[in-house]
């Protein structure tokens, strides 16, 4: 399967810049009483904010930030696994072998016989193997963690569906539903439905929008983030130009500073 370790494995210096760090870990876990004192209920919410911090570099592909949190994400891997080897649960050994024997049995258009086209058969035959070894979940949407943000989450829950065929055939019939969903929010609004009513309608136009980008090739989450990264640079510019009189200068003023900053965005871009 994989080549032997040689001296001329391209893997080597990884190997062991990994077991340095593991090292390293076991030393903290003695000498030092804050990360002695860590268990992973105390790790989860730092590892949550870690990974949005990986999410931030990755936005605006920014090298060194990506390999920095990279790295601190390797280190919570190598504290979690630590502390369950203390615990007598698994060791780093067993978790990378576990997720090896995964991998080769979720590829056997690589590592076996099998034929797959493309991306899309590769995810509907990972489907099939997981329900064929029994390691499928209660539900096809079980395997979608209950704390994702919302619009990841949705986009998530609409992919895993659309594995076993719960899916619209083309991007039109998509954005019909969108317009469907639309009317019927303007209408909860229109017959003051109510603020649930209408909470619940606006939710469905999200939903449905959500489903739209994927049809048509679109992570709305990043899709989102990158609109708010520019209306932030775009109110900076503003609060820049205005000064103290930011409060006064009246809707009028400030519309004129949003299209100078939309002009200084397309200058320096």
């Known amino acids: ?69 990279l790295g601190d994400l390797l280190l919570h891997i190598v504290f979690y696994t630590r502390i369950a080897q203390e615990e007598g649960y698994f060791d780093m ?73 719960f899916e619209w055939e083309e991007p039109g019939q998509v954005w019909k539903k969108v317009e469907e969903e639309l009317g019927e929010l303007q209408d909860a609004l229109a017959e003051q439905q109510g603020p649930d009513r209408v909470e619940e309608e606006f939710g469905d136009v999200l939903f449905a929008l959500v489903n739209y980008a994927r049809f048509i090739g679109v992570d709305p989450e990043t899709a989102l983030e990158k609109v708010n990264l520019k209306f932030k640079s775009r109110f900076e510019y503003i609060e820049t130009q205005a000064g103290d009189q930011l409060e006064h200068l009246g809707l009028q003023r400030l519309d004129q500073l949003w299209e100078e900053a939309k002009r200084h965005e397309r200058n320096n871009a």
């Not at 949550?48 to 592909?61: H, K, P, R």
């Open 93 to 165: 050994a067993s978790l990378i072998h576990a997720l090896c024997d995964k991998l080769v049995e979720r590829h056997p258009h690589v590592y076996g016989d099998l034929s797959l086209e493309d991306a899309d058969a590769v995810k509907q035959n990972w489907e099939n193997i997981k329900r064929r070894t029994g390691k499928a979940r209660r539900s096809v949407l079980s395997g979608v963690p209950n704390g994702l943000p919302a619009l990841i989450k949705a986009y998530r829950m609409q992919d895993k569906t659309a594995q076993v065929g």
């Open 1 to 69: 399967m994989a080549a032997q370790m040689t001296d001329q494995d391209p893997y080597k210096p990884g190997m062991e810049a990994f077991g340095r760090l593991c090292r390293i870990m076991d030393e903290l876990r003695v000498k030092c009483p804050w990360d002695r004192e860590q268990t992973m209920a105390s790790l989860r919410n730092l590892t949550i904010e870690e990974c949005y911090e990986l999410v931030d570099a990755i936005l605006v592909m920014d090298p060194p930030a990506i390999r920095e949190e």
